[in-house]
Nanobody, 119 residues
Framework: QVQLVESGGGLVQAGGSLRLSCAAS????????MGWYRQAPGKQRELVAT???????NYADSVKGRFTISRDNAKNTVYLQMMSLKPEDTAVYYC?????????????WGQGTQVTVSS
């Protein structure tokens, strides 16, 4: 069974920092590209950052220079270090795994963790 378990969300003041973690099933992590997405109330889910299995990263323009995605393959965990947080970063953050499949890839999602940034 594939599992993605996020942790690390919470309430923080603007300018503060948080680190999100996502522990993934060992069966998928080493061969998956991983990512973080977020969804604010009334808005569509959007990409925040991704990291490929070899470690290439990609960021949304809105978080470049403030957020850092990383992965620890020994711990089957992906992280999102968030700094200089803004109220507009408030959202539910979801961990994503893209697992290679016979035709393309299959997406798996975590349950989400709430991040609230107060002004």
């Amino acid at each position: 069974q594939v599992q993605l378990v996020e942790s690390g969300g919470g309430l923080v003041q603007a300018g503060g920092s948080l680190r999100l973690s996502c522990a993934a099933s060992e069966s998928i992590f080493s061969r998956s590209d991983m990512g973080w997405y977020r969804q604010a109330p009334g808005k569509q889910r959007e990409l925040v950052a991704t990291i490929t299995q070899p470690g290439k990263t990609n960021y949304a323009d809105s978080v470049k220079g403030r957020f850092t995605i990383s992965r620890d393959n020994a711990k089957n965990t992906v992280y999102l270090q968030m700094m200089s947080l803004k109220p507009e970063d408030t959202a539910v953050y979801y961990c994503n795994a893209k697992v290679p499949a016979v035709y393309g890839s299959r997406d798996y999602w975590g349950q989400g963790t709430q991040v609230t940034v107060s002004s």
